[in-house]
């Protein structure tokens, strides 16, 4: 489980550092890691809070191709967690 959400971060943190992707992409991203990250919280609560961010960032019409590519494989990743 937590090399799942290494993997996931790792991913976030891919999109954190693209510069190509518009600053609110990024700042979004950097949210969705600390949420992911924050023990004090039920997984299915980050679990559920990221999906809903991550969507949000996909329809964001300002997202480059492979950034919206990127977001999707983090959202995939998230669904397989128990």
Do not use: C, F, Y
Not at 9 to 28: C, Y
Not at 41 to 63: C, E, F, H, W, Y
């Amino acid at each position: 489980m937590a090399t799942r959400i290494q993997n996931i971060t790792s991913g976030l943190e891919m999109l954190i550092e693209d510069t190509s992707v518009p600053r609110n992409i990024r700042r979004s991203a950097e949210q969705i890691k600390s949420i992911l990250t924050d023990q004090s919280k039920p997984l299915d609560i980050r679990k559920a809070k990221a999906i809903g961010t991550l969507d949000d960032m996909s329809n964001d019409p300002n997202i480059p191709m492979h950034g919206r590519t990127l977001v999707w494989n983090i959202m995939s990743q998230l669904e397989t967690l128990a």
